[in-house]
């Protein structure tokens, strides 16, 4: 048998020599009934089951998802989201496989497919067992004291594991040996450590600021470079700061490690408000004292965010050039409250110092 220069014909010379069928002079139709039978309805039946299973697979999550909804039961969203990828390898290898059972695939084209099938599988119980897992750790690091933060970085190095583990049970079907691969990585790596120097310093950064502690998620930080906000994630890259403007600044991790930060935080939520007032050379240091006293302890009694009941302190510290400089300092809940009570303090103390007569000297910083 030799190919013609037609496409149909050197399609059947190709089959006929990747041993699809045997030939017959006899009666050419029957070669057009076993390619039929043998290739071309169990390639339609595939794409049919495939095309079913696509549907019935997005009739069932929306149903999931209404059922998730009217429920408010959170881990049924994890499940269906973790799921929802995998799925669609699951119906692209139940076609396969459908389709592997009604051919007369040669031996060699049946290791290819039964493999292809194996790798898909595996490949997407990888990634659902992976999304599972890394969500199932997320809402148990939200709802327990663990001290893992969940941060960027940490679902990541998890996803990571879980899909590289993934990955060598594949070479393991394929029959790949995974020794002399870690060896070869193990060479190149040194190359690849030396070309991303800079990422691998921000990854290690990152790591090193999660292990420490110091700075975790939701922490109100000020770096000595000046940005200042909440802290809202940790990547392998940057960390991720959330201004009191509403404002997101991204600071590489290694310039967060080796930077002074100023942790609101720790040791405890908890923390003082500082006001830095001005009294004139002429003022009474102790009436201007007990009326400060009065004013921040009216706005700490009664504004949300202030920690009522705490007595708060004036504190004089500076000979300055244009009167004598001390701090009001009252207590706050947290780092959340630091604007808003520092906001009513300060107007508050203009009104009764305007009231009082007493004259702030120019130049004076609040």
Known sequence: ?????????????????????????????????IVLNGLF??????????????VIRGVTFHVFNRWTN????????????????????????????????????????????????????????????ANLAVR??????????????????????????????????????????????????????????????????????????IASKQVRPGDYIKLNSGEEGVV???????????SSASNIIIVPNAHVASATITNYELPERQMYVSVQVTAPYTGDLGRIEDITCEVARAVTNGLPGAVPGQEPSVRFHTFGDIGVGFSVNVKIEDSGSLFIVRHHLIKALHKRYAEEGIAIPARNVG
């Open 1 to 33: 048998m030799t190919c013609d220069p037609s496409p149909i014909a050197c399609i059947f010379f190709f089959l006929y020599r990747e041993g699809f069928f045997r030939y017959n002079d006899a009666n050419p139709m029957e070669n057009v009934r």
């Open 41 to 54: 309805v169990p390639f339609v039946v595939a794409a049919v089951a495939m095309a079913v299973l696509f």
């Open 70 to 129: 009217h429920t408010g039961a959170k881990v049924n969203g994890v499940i269906g989201d973790s799921l929802r990828t995998p799925s669609i390898y699951w119906c692209i290898a139940i076609g396969l496989y459908i389709a592997l059972e009604l051919s007369e695939l040669p031996r060699k084209y049946v290791f290819v497919v039964d493999r292809t099938i194996y790798i898909l599988i595996v490949f997407s119980a990888t990634i659902a067992f």
């Open 136 to 209: 199932a750790f997320e809402s148990y690091a939200q709802r327990s004291d663990i001290n893992i933060p969940a941060t960027g970085i940490v679902f990541g190095v998890f996803r990571a594991t879980i899909i590289v583990a993934g990955v060598l049970v594949i070479l393991n079907i394929l029959g790949v040996s995974i020794a002399p691969l870690l060896t070869a990585l193990g060479v190149g790596g040194l190359a690849v450590a030396l070309a991303l120097k800079d990422t691998l310093s921000n990854l290690f950064a990152g790591l090193y600021i």
């Open 232 to 242: 809202t994630d940790i990547t392998w890259r940057s960390t991720t700061i959330m």
